[in-house]
């Protein structure tokens, strides 16, 4: 049987979800099961989301755009918004018992050229990493106090 899920949404589920799914999942660790969806899925995974995950070693494998109401039959423990939009179209999930709401600024509107919209990308991933390495280290402290 599979963990209970920490879902992480936010409208396009092409950049930010994704970011912080991997980031999320890597501090996690065995034992947690980590997912990300959109409101409104762009069908695809930003290729500088993915350079930007790759630049600190987190493998992008497997990362594809879905839906959230693909998780709704689903166990889903804690739900994360991380924009505006998708805090507003979150439904209730089956057995969720928290939610949190940490907006980031979405790096796929940045402008400029590669180089430029790439150096967003690493600030918001930078500001992902610090915001989801938080909360799991507090999550892995709990579960090592009831150990």
Not at 91 to 113: C, E, I, L, V
Request: hydrophobic content about 40%.
């Amino acid at each position: 049987m599979k963990p209970p899920a920490i879902l992480i949404l936010c409208t396009g589920n092409s950049c930010r979800s994704h970011l912080a799914e991997a980031i999320l999942r890597r501090a996690l660790g065995d034992g947690f099961r980590v997912e990300s969806a959109g409101s409104n899925p762009a069908g695809y995974v930003h290729p500088l989301a993915i350079r930007a995950l790759e630049e600190i070693g987190i493998d992008t494998t497997g990362h594809h755009s879905k839906h959230m109401n693909g998780f709704l039959e689903d166990q889903v423990e804690t739900v994360i918004t991380v924009c505006g939009n998708a805090d507003q179209a979150c439904p209730m999930f089956p057995g969720q018992m928290n939610r949190h709401h940490w907006p980031f600024d979405d790096p796929a509107h940045a402008t400029g050229n590669e180089e430029e919209q790439f150096a967003v990308f690493r600030r918001v991933r930078d500001e992902i990493l610090k915001v989801f390495g938080a909360y799991a280290a507090g999550r892995l402290d709990g579960m090592n106090r009831i150990i």
